[in-house]
């Protein structure tokens, strides 16, 4: 049971996990990285863990967990070469993780608590299938709730991984030069930082899709949108090509996936060119398809939809407000709208005005000792423009805010207009209350479940 | 100073307004003088070609945003333009092109020309330069020549693009450049940026040159004292009203962030640049969380002021048009 065999040479990857032995239902933590410089084998008695997780934090952490002072294969060396350094972020390949797991496995096993997703491609042999799903149990209250799914897709060096970053994490856009290729499928959970719920799986710029390793049946069933990018400053044809094979796979699998096209990378071109690259783009696409008898996908080239539609009251026509969004902070998507007509500028000037709140607050905002956050219960902004316009921002709950546009009449009445945004804020408050108690009691339930099917020694039933 | 609108900034001319003489004077008299209260100063921009001079200028003062500049093309011999700054101060802008016949121009037939009346010389240096030993042969020589013409000038040295430049490294690398820059200017001093267009470095070196040009700045900085400490402020600070510099400052504790200086100038510009893609612009701003309040107002003709208060319970409004800077 203590093979660990060596392992290549500068190999980093981050990750944390709660692994699940199933021998004693203890759950151990593990902050997994593996770094070797040289074709060492670890210690014996160690157990060095591959993972492929989301770390929130990018930590890179050399570390190992042990269970039962026994030693796991974590992979074998041939696979070892596959992985390689990726800053910042979590990385790994889901399926072959599980396949060296399932290989090295022996009789009794720690298997890997997927925090995610439970439908998880189990390629490989023994003990796999059962262990994961078992592990279920485990996992973390917002989690035994299925996030949507979202796929990044395109050509090499399109931009997928920037995207990703730039808007979920904040990085600035000249960062991401440095950013390395993506070489295997990451999975991030964006729900710690944001309001916007969801896993998204950024994948590498080359797949095969008769990869037996990679059940693309499974990534595809599971998922709600699959978002192609395409890079407008490069040829296109073969991503269009691409874009196609990908549809149209996907589609066969699961016909209720959202297919949106970025065409990234446009602020090198100028505005005509915008134009033509976006209508050629349109037009080539949707032919390809009609040509394979899919004329029902519908791509879709906007950038930033809303994600959802909530309803503003009216209440706010009377307040004098003209146009009202409720933004979540960390990505600049907003959620919400009012329902006069979206034009982007004025989206744009919201975003900037979030940028600027947000920047200020974290030069001025934190306490002494540097406790507290830059956007927090009080965070308020009053920007007041030259054309009588003025740009009110308020927090909302932790994640969001609501920004909106008051002519400077209006403004004088600032008393009417935060007593109507109180009683909106209270609402959303109460609507976000009654959703946690759902969440809670489905967890409570599932718990109440389990215990029933537990066996006698311990060892949970597989939830069907 | 007036700023051109975007056909016209898109095209190769001064990037600030005529001057015009007074009322009175007929135009093209030689004999006009700029009237008193004006003060004129000269600054050199010069550095080897594509090192970012032009780039810089229009950034801080033509409101260019960082991405505007590609379209920038090679400076033609001497650029000149004056900027009016803080009311009665105008800086008369040389933007000297970098290539080598116009360098060599520079330092023999038109020496004297360029080199009198120096106040502030600024030089350029790409950080990714090949040319290292042609780049400080060229520096030495325009040394030279303000030892011999300008000799109380002014000399700062900005070594740009560092955004090229990995970021664990950049420390370092900056520290070798200024190292030997110091060396070769003694017996000159030289004060020595790390500059990129790409974010608030800029703001800093060119709140420090300015700084350097206004006259009777420790007066300023008296005022803004009084001034922040009748109202109880945590820290103020007044920018000009253009090109949004930090011109002086008074803080009455320390504060967790040394660059925040420039990290406001560029935060507050690049909006400042967003509201008028709208044809707006901003004229007053408030900021809260539960920690602190900020405060961004007109103040005089040509300034801005902001105020910051951690006790975010004082409810400021400002009505400062009485309030006059000497």
Known sequence: MDVCSPLPSALDFVGVARLTCRLCPKQQQAKAACGFLGPQSPPAGRSLLTLDLDSADGDRDQGTATCHGAARQTRESARAADWQERPGGGSGLVSEQQESWSNSMGGASCPVDEQQDPRQERPGGGSGPAAASAVLDFSDPFSSEVKPRILLMGLRRSGKSSIQKVVFHKMSPNETLFLESTNKICREDVSNSSFVNFQIWDFPGQIDFFDPTFDYEMIFRGTGALIFVIDSQDDYMEALARLHLTVTRAYKVNADINFEVFIHKVDGLSDDHKIETQRDIHQRANDDLADAGLEKIHLRNERGKAMGQTEFLFLFQNSGIEKAFLFDVVSKIYIATDSTPVDMQTYELCCDMIDVVIDISCIYGLKEDGAGTPYDKESTAIIKLNNTTVLYLKEVTKFLALVCFVREESFERKGLIDYNFHCFRKAIHEVFEVRMKVVKSRKVQNRLQKKKGATPNGTPRVLM | ?326
């Open chain 2, 1 to 326: 100073m007036e700023e051109s609108d975007s056909e016209k900034k898109m095209e190769k001319e001064n990037l600030g307004p005529r001057m015009e003489p007074p009322l009175g004077e007929p135009e093209g008299s030689l004999g006009w003088v700029l009237p008193n209260t004006a003060m004129k100063k000269k600054v050199l921009l010069m550095g080897k070609s594509g090192s970012g001079k032009t780039s810089m200028r229009s950034i801080i003062f033509a409101n260019y945003i960082a991405r505007d500049t590609r379209r920038l093309g090679a400076t033609i011999d001497v650029e000149h333009s004056h900027v009016r700054f803080l009311g009665n101060l105008v800086l008369n802008l040389w933007d000297c092109g970098g290539q080598d016949t116009f360098m060599e121009n520079y330092f023999t037939s038109q020496r004297d020309n360029i080199f009198r009346n120096v106040e502030v010389l600024i030089y350029v240096f790409d950080v990714e330069s090949r040319e290292l030993e042609k780049d400080m042969h060229y520096y030495q020589s325009c040394l030279e020549a303000i030892l011999q013409n300008s000799p109380d000038a002014k000399i700062f040295c900005l070594v740009h693009k560092m955004d090229l430049v990995q970021e664990d490294q950049r420390d370092l690398i900056f520290k070798e450049r200024e190292e030997d820059l110091r060396r070769l200017s003694r017996p000159l001093e030289c004060s020595c940026f790390r500059t990129s267009i790409w974010d608030e470095t800029l703001y800093k070196a060119w709140s420090s040159i300015v700084y350097q040009l206004i006259p009777n700045v420790q007066q300023l900085e008296m005022n803004l004292r009084n001034f922040a400490e009748i109202i109880e402020a945590d820290e103020v600070l007044l920018f000009e009203r253009a090109t949004f510099l930090v011109i002086s400052h008074y803080q009455c504790k320390e504060q967790r962030d040394a660059h925040r200086f420039e990290k406001i100038s560029n935060i507050i510009k690049q909006f400042k640049l967003s509201c008028s893609k709208l044809a707006a612009s901003f004229q007053s701003m408030e900021v809260r969380n539960s920690n602190f309040a900020a405060f961004i107002d007109i103040f005089t003709s040509n300034t801005y002021v902001m105020v910051v208060m951690s006790d975010p319970s004082i409810l400021l409004t400002f009505n400062l048009e009485c309030y006059v800077l000497k």
